[in-house]
């Protein structure tokens, strides 16, 4: 039983987390930055302690610290939330050297799942399809062309380490390649500390659908069906549905049964999303495991009825899963739009001070939001301020709740993408579905 | 004279020109990163790098003059 946690993380997923811990009885312990004193989520916990100056690598991601924090308020496990120390495998084990419980997977699994060539052959050996692609590092930009044109041009660069679009590049030929190589091998190196470099087959107009999964410590694992996150900007995630629109029932239970089979060979425990690429024929290719909860879990909730970050907590006290999947169904559509602090022309982030703030109310409207009103929002952490959740019985209804909660979303201050939004809302092509990855540079003109 | 400015608060993440060195108008100076993103900072006009006011890993605010050409 677990009596106590610590949120490893900040913003709107701390809120989120310390929300349902309320609601099962379990005290929980904030940790903040100087530059978060004043957020919300900090007051909301039973406790909360200053770990450090803004600075990630000084705060958020100092494990020695933060384990220090869960010892001194004797918390008993640690959430990481998204982020951060969610996907490092030496926290995972540091967590598990003190005794604490760690909400999340092992740390081989998380190792094993973040090395993306290394994810990759484990997928391609239990039998789930990967994109046609390399299945080791590229040494030299000479293998690279090599590789590449066995591949056939276009093809996407990528980082073996990479995440969030750092250090990836779709190249249409070889001239191109040499660059991009080598500029994105060294932007992996600065971020990541790896510069290993691997390349993919574009598919063409692809859609990101992904399948949340949970799994426990008995050897029961479930999905809970797809969400479709196509709509994107630099890489990173716009606007989620559940369910897909686009994939037919039977394709659906084909991609639920494979993260399936694929959590249970990897011998995988707690809340995890495998993501996949669907291309034109709905031919699923795997395309990385998400090992920790995910920013666009709430609609995969609003559809299934459950509390995601309640089954962590039930998961990571050992106890067995008491869904089945069988007693699961979908019911409804659910959409969620992040609210970013940017530019919604440039994308660039625009940090400042939210003088003001109003979010939509509703019976179907759901908000998770980290920041308030008379709040700065600092350069140092994601721009990421805020997720707008809507259901609706169908794809139609939840699409019209959205446009109209967006409607009278006001945030003063600083620049936001809502703009941008409503433009995504009411477009024709998105109304009708036509969600693939290249829907924003298709159809928003940048 | 032109000072160039950082366009909203964030961390000096690189420097990509050094003192003396002849700039075109649109060249990058100074790579900031703010929120998790590049955000690269132009010179508005040509010239030569005269100063440089900031150093990788300083902490600017918005409109900071991060260096001067001349």
Redesign the interface.
């Known amino acids: 039983m677990i009596k106590k946690v610590l949120i490893a993380n900040r913003g709107e997923i701390a809120a989120r987390i310390i929300r349902t811990c309320k609601k099962l009885g379990i005290q929980t312990v904030a940790i903040y930055s100087e530059a978060d004193q004043e957020a919300p989520y900090v007051s909301m916990a039973d406790q909360s302690f200053l770990v450090g100056a803004p600075r990630v690598n000084e705060s958020y991601l100092n494990v020695e610290r933060i384990i220090a924090v869960a010892k001194e308020a004797k918390a008993c496990a640690i959430h990481p939330g998204y982020g951060f120390l969610s996907e490092n495998e030496a926290f995972a084990n540091r967590c598990l050297e003190e005794g604490l419980i760690f909400i999340g997977p092992t740390g081989s699994v998380i190792k094993q799942m973040g090395s993306k060539i290394a994810a990759r052959n484990a997928m391609n050996k239990i039998g789930i399809p990967v994109v046609p692609g390399t299945d080791e590092a590229i040494a030299a930009i000479e293998d690279a062309v090599k590789m590449a044109e066995k591949i056939g041009y276009p093809i996407m660069l990528k980082a073996s380490a990479g995440g969030g679009g750092i250090g990836m590049q779709v190249v249409y030929s070889e001239e191109e390649l040499a660059k991009a190589f080598e500029g994105n091998s060294k932007r992996a190196q600065t971020f990541f500390g790896d510069g290993s470099m691997f390349m993919e087959k574009k598919i063409e107009n692809a859609r990101h659908i992904e399948i949340q999964i949970l799994a426990d410590h008995h050897g029961n694992a479930i999905h809970l069906y797809e969400r479709e996150c196509s709509i994107q900007r630099r890489n990173q995630k716009v606007i989620e549905e559940a369910p897909s629109q686009f994939i037919s029932e039977s394709t659906r239970q084909r991609m639920g049964e494979a993260a399936v089979k694929a959590v249970k060979a990897l011998e995988y425990t707690n809340a995890g999303t495998i993501e996949f690429l669907v291309d034109e024929l709905e031919n699923f290719y795997f395309l990385e495991m998400n090992t920790r909860i995910q920013v666009e879990h709430p609609i995969t909730e609003e559809i299934t009825g459950i509390d995601i970050v309640e089954e962590q907590l039930h998961i990571a006290s050992g106890k067995a899963l008491t869904i089945k999947q069988t007693d699961l169904q979908i019911d409804g559509h659910a959409i969620e739009a992040r609210i970013y602090a940017e530019n919604p022309v440039t994308f660039f982030p625009s940090p400042g001070h939210i003088s003001h703030i109003e979010l939509p109310e509703g019976p179907n409207i759901r908000n998770e939001v980290g920041v308030t009103a008379d709040y700065d929002v600092t350069p140092f952490y994601d721009p990421m301020i805020g997720k707008l959740i809507v259901k609706g019985s169908n794809r139609k209804e939840a699409i019209a709740i959205l446009k109209e909660a967006l409607s009278s979303y006001k945030i003063d201050g600083i620049k936001t993408n809502i703009p941008m939004l409503q433009e995504i809302v009411q477009h024709e092509q998105f109304i009708k579905g036509n969600t693939t990855t290249a829907f924003i540079e298709k159809f928003y003109h940048i | 004279m032109q000072e160039v400015k950082a366009?909203?608060?964030?961390?000096v993440w690189k420097i990509v020109v050094a003192v003396g060195e002849q700039v075109e108008e649109g060249q990058d100076i100074v790579i900031l990163e703010?929120?998790?993103?590049e955000?690269p900072i132009a010179a508005e006009a040509s010239g030569v790098v005269k100063e440089l006011k900031v150093a990788e890993g300083d902490f600017v605010n918005d409109e900071d003059v991060l260096a001067v050409i001349e």
């Open positions: 366009s909203m608060a964030g961390n703010s929120m998790k993103m955000i």
